[in-house]
């Protein structure tokens, strides 16, 4: 269909991009102060209708615009410098001194007295924190809700989830709360929200922007990522997160160019691989197809390369489904007592999965993965990228935890709709949603652009090519309440 109906009565500050926001802070056009008011005023608005930001931390931003004030040592002239830029963090990573919750009702009024290492670089980076965004219980789940805050609502049509895990980050985006908003990704949890609420969310290299659960330093699979309302603010928000941190050993030092100018040097005769279903990997509808094609179409018009392709990619769910069972057995089948005992159905399934995996599972899954990776590596040799789905069908109702059939297909688990984020998981590559057109009924829809190795620099600039061609809408809108 056309482009929706929308009307966005936030401030004129809210509406601007994260890049001309903070060129009005270092210009001194807009004071910190300011962009505070604006954002609070918004999420005032707002959170009765989505439920995106569920914990604020007013006092704690405004003195810490105060103490950036005073701090004369911080470098402004850094890539990814902020100057008091307000930003969302997800509910899964530690904020000094504010609630975070992981969903559990255990941990409700849990308060950490010190930052996740990410959320430290975002503050020495001129970032200001002013709230929590929503997310199932320990991100376990594509459907943001939680015992603790309850249903983040998708503000293309409030009846729809989000998405999960990132859910209440891509609304706060999609709504104009903040203007960077951080999530991060397991399977598909910050893609699935860009997807599904009209944004950009991109899933880096692993190391190049912070890492996962501080007690599993060294794995790969659930990471952060930046979210944002174009390519060019995802760069920026790149540029701010990314570098080395003694804390995290995967880390990776910032790169020689900043992505910000990388992804400037954007050129619409792009190499892509398309795939509309990864092969048969898993059911798509129709409609996403279509929706996927015309953009592949308007790509090939503007001068680039399309060609229908996939890798062979030999085991994937059965290798992925176990690389996410040790996430979940050395992670969340390491908690208290109390807090597992509240976890929901899902998150204990997976739990116990996890901690029941045989040894020749976890022993295959590790040599299988390097077969993946060593395929899509040679692949995009070729390409620049793969271009699949993001998910197969479009948001359902918000009451639904997860969906049980795709394109008249019944799913054996849970997880089966999200197949599509299993690869970039598996094979350690970047991986980035974009938002191309919209459903017949008004929805968002994504498509995945899959990066080759550490290549995220190649990635931003082929998602910009594309946003270019395609011309999704971009700018935050008022909730549409039907």
């Not at 849990?110 to 503050?123: H, S, T, Y």
């Not at 990314?242 to 020689?256: F, H, I, M, Q």
């Not at 992670?331 to 007592?337: A, E, K, Q």
């Not at 070729?382 to 997860?402: H, K, S």
């Amino acid at each position: 269909m056309s482009n929706p109906k929308t009307t966005f009565s936030g401030s004129k500050l809210c509406a601007l991009s994260a890049r001309d926001a903070i060129a009005k802070l270092k210009s001194k056009e807009v004071s910190p102060a300011e962009m505070l008011d604006a954002v609070f005023e918004r999420i005032a608005a707002v959170e009765p209708i989505v439920n995106a930001t569920v914990t604020l931390c007013e006092d704690r931003a405004r003195n810490a615009i105060k103490n950036m004030t005073r701090d004369k040592t911080i470098n402004g002239n850094e890539p990814g410098w902020l100057a008091g830029l307000p930003i969302a963090i997800k509910d899964l990573t530690k904020v000094s001194g504010v609630r975070t919750t992981f969903g559990n009702t255990a941990l409700k009024d849990f308060i950490p007295e010190d930052n996740d290492p990410l959320v430290q670089r975002m503050e020495d980076r001129g970032g200001v924190v002013v709230g929590k965004t929503n997310t199932p219980e320990f991100g376990a789940g594509g459907n943001t809700f939680n015992e603790v805050f309850g249903y983040t609502r998708n503000p293309w049509d409030t009846r729809k989830n989000s998405g999960g895990s990132s859910g209440g980050a891509a609304v706060a985006l999609a709504t104009g709360e903040v203007w960077l908003a951080q999530g991060s990704d397991l399977a598909g949890s910050l893609r699935t929200p860009a997807a599904y609420c009209g944004i950009v969310g991109l899933r880096p290299t692993p190391g190049r922007f912070g890492g996962g659960p501080a007690a599993t330093a060294f794995a790969t699979e659930g990471i952060a990522g930046p979210m944002a309302r174009d390519v060019r603010d995802l760069a920026l928000f790149l540029d701010h997160g990314t570098g080395y941190l003694p804390e995290v050993p995967t880390s990776l030092d910032a790169p020689l160019v900043s992505f910000q100018e990388e992804v400037e040097k954007v050129d619409g005769k792009v190499r892509i691989a398309f795939s509309e279903d990864q092969n048969g990997f898993s059911p798509v509808e129709k409609e996403i197809r279509n929706i996927m094609r015309l953009a592949m179409e308007k790509v090939a018009k503007a001068g680039g390369e399309v060609e229908e392709a996939c890798p062979d990619l030999p085991d994937l769910a059965r290798t992925y489904s176990s690389l996410r069972g040790i996430h979940y057995g050395s992670v969340n089948g390491y908690l208290p007592d109390a807090v597992q005992a509240c976890f929901k159905p899902t998150l204990k399934q997976n739990t116990e999965f996890g901690r029941n995996l045989k040894t020749e599972d976890i022993y295959d899954a590790l040599r299988q993965r390097t077969v993946i990776y060593q395929n899509m590596r040679i692949f995009l040799e070729r390409y620049d990228v793969l271009a699949i789905p993001v998910v197969g069908l479009e948001p359902g109702m918000v009451e639904d935890e997860y969906p049980l059939l795709v394109d008249g297909n019944k799913l054996d688990d849970y997880l089966d709709w999200l197949r599509f984020s299993f690869l970039a998981t598996t094979a350690g590559l970047p991986a980035l949603s974009l938002p191309i057109g919209f459903t017949a009924s008004g929805m968002p829809v994504g498509i995945q652009l899959v990066g080759p190795p550490r290549g995220d620099a190649k990635l931003l600039q082929v998602a910009r090519a594309v946003e270019e061609v395609v011309k999704f809408p971009v700018g935050p809108i008022d909730p549409i309440v039907k």
